[in-house]
Nanobody
Framework: QVQLVESGGGLAQPGGSLRLSCAASGTIFGINDMAWYRQAPGKERDLVARHTRDGSTNYADSVKGRFTISRDNGKNTVSLQMNTLKPEDTAVYYC?????????????????WGQGTLVTVSS
């Protein structure tokens, strides 16, 4: 069983910073993409940032220049540094990963979600 556990959410003032972290655990052969999504009340879950295994990154236009995604392949972790936070960044943030697991003589790619962590930006 593979799990993603997030940490680092909370309350921040506009213009402030928060750092989210996510660690994958379980019997993992490898991890392809790791990403952060967010879902604001009454809205769909949207991609915030993605980090591929080979180091490529992409960001939602709304967070470019403010958020930075990073990962440690050796530790199976991904982080999201969020600077210059705005009230519209308020949402539940979810860690996501495509995890490769070995099953007998085959490999499977699993899409795994974390439980979510709440980020509130308010004065």
């Amino acid at each position: 069983q593979v799990q993603l556990v997030e940490s680092g959410g909370g309350l921040a003032q506009p213009g402030g910073s928060l750092r989210l972290s996510c660690a994958a655990s379980g019997t993992i052969f490898g991890i392809n993409d790791m990403a952060w999504y967010r879902q604001a009340p009454g809205k769909e879950r949207d991609l915030v940032a993605r980090h591929t295994r080979d180091g490529s990154t992409n960001y939602a236009d709304s967070v470019k220049g403010r958020f930075t995604i990073s990962r440690d392949n050796g530790k199976n972790t991904v982080s999201l540094q969020m600077n210059t936070l705005k009230p519209e960044d308020t949402a539940v943030y979810y860690c996501f990963a495509i995890v490769v697991v070995r099953q007998t003589s085959d490999y499977r790619h699993l899409e795994v979600w974390g439980q979510g962590t709440l980020v509130t930006v308010s004065s």
